[in-house]
């Protein structure tokens, strides 16, 4: 495989989903050498996570020093049956651990998405240092899927996207709602990134940021959005598309204090990905698509 005038090349695994798909994009439209994976095949390498034996072949010519992002997780579900809940625990946890020692053997580089649901949402502020203590089925797989390994980086956060195929996510949710007026908790507290944003941090990671990085931490948490609510981005978001009549009632519900916080504040100041304004990151969301 020949590598563009980057001499990067990047392995977006789950490059049809909610993250994988914004990733795969960014990297493709900056012309690096990218490919993406799916369990479907069509544009992209078929790659299934439950078959990591057969799929890794797919994957044989990807040179050593490559990038992997994995964007392949499942979600959480309320009510979900066994069937499921084993389904999740394998993806979440205990895949990224197989995944990394595939990258060990191939000398490729592990970038890993984790989530705040590591911690309990009545936590109050989190650091990259705070013990996980997640209690519910997902929060649990996730916390167990971390790397904590040399050439890894895993990254704790949560998303902000568009998913127009699926239609999947809070922002989704809030378009295509044909209710007159949707409920916005103001008790639950937000702290996160939009899916441009986060696939900003990786090439950043890729163009140099992952060693300096790696030196420091192997787990860091990515929140250039600061302490928000879902009330406040479910109204900043309807506001950017007046077209819209769906109003927002601010109400509560199970409170939700958990914020992410980092350590590593200068770092993030340095590369300009720290303390967005989330007006300004929903536009770019919303004209990024």
């Not at 205990?94 to 970038?111: A, M, N, R, S, T």
Request: aromatic share 12%.
């Amino acid at each position: 495989m020949n590598e563009t005038h980057h001499q990067k090349t990047v392995v977006v695994l789950g490059a049809d989903g909610f993250v994988g798909t914004e990733v795969f994009r960014h990297f493709q439209n900056k012309s690096y050498s990218v490919f993406g994976t799916s369990r479907h095949g069509k544009q992209h390498l078929f790659f299934d996570a439950n078959n990591l034996k057969e799929s890794s072949v797919h994957l044989d010519d990807i040179p050593k020093g490559a990038y992997i992002v994995n964007c392949i997780g499942s979600l959480k579900r309320e009510n979900a049956d066994s069937k499921y809940l084993e389904q999740m625990n394998y993806t979440n946890a205990l895949f990224p651990h197989l995944l990394y020692d595939l990258c060990k053997d191939h000398f490729w580089k592990f970038i890993h998405i984790s989530s705040d649901a590591v911690f309990q949402p009545n936590n109050d502020v989190c650091i990259e240092t705070t013990a996980t203590d997640a209690i519910e089925p997902y929060g649990r797989s996730k916390a167990l899927g971390e790397i904590h390994e040399s050439s890894a980086l895993t990254i704790r956060t949560s998303f902000l996207g568009r998913d127009s195929a699926h239609q999947k996510g809070l922002l989704e949710w809030a378009l295509h709602n044909t209710a007159s007026q949707i409920d916005g908790y103001s008790n639950q507290q937000w702290t996160g990134c939009t899916t441009p944003q986060f696939a900003q941090f990786c090439e950043y990671l890729i163009q140099g940021g992952f060693d300096s990085l790696t030196k420091m931490t192997n787990v860091v948490h990515f929140v250039p959005i600061q302490k928000t609510t879902k009330f406040d981005i479910l109204l900043t978001w309807l506001k950017l598309h007046p077209h819209i009549n769906t109003k927002v009632k601010e109400t509560t519900a199970i409170p939700i204090t958990r914020k992410l916080d980092t350590l590593y504040k200068d770092f993030f100041t340095e590369i300009h990905l720290y303390n967005t304004n989330l007006e300004t990151a929903l536009r770019e969301l919303k004209e990024d698509l």
